[in-house]
Structure formats: C-alpha cells, structure tokens
C-alpha cells in the first residue's frame, strides 16, 4: 500500500506540473481504489492481529491513506 501511495502521489504532481487531465484522472480513480483496498486490509488486520498491533497498524494504515487523498486533492486542483 505504501508503495501504491508514492505511486499516486507522484502522478498527481506530474499531473500538475504537466496539467495532464487523464493523469489526473488515473490519480483519482486509484484514489478511490484505495479506499476499498484501505477497508479490505482494515479487516484483515482485525482477523489476524492481537489488540495491541490493530492500533499501531490502523495509524499506520490511515497515514498512508491521508497521502492518497492529499494526491487526489492536489490531482483536482486543475
């Protein structure tokens, strides 16, 4: 997932300083993919970890998620 938000975040400033409307909307749209990748991780963590690593893993989770929606928004600038 960290890996997929770089990815993300680059795209929306390649998007921007190139103001390319289809990168844009490519970041966008993995935007909202990893969302529902965010929940399906967010349920596995629950199954599989014990209460003290749910906590960390959530936080950490929800950082990367934040970049992805800062790409999106910077994506929707233009």
Known sequence: MNLLSMSIFNDAVKSLYERNYLLADS??????????????????????????????????IESICRTIEYSSDIAEVF
């Open 27 to 60: 970041v966008v749209s993995k935007a909202k993919m990893a969302s529902s990748l965010r929940n399906e991780i967010t349920k596995l963590i629950s199954k599989k970890a014990d209460a003290t690593q749910i906590s960390s893993l959530r936080m950490i």
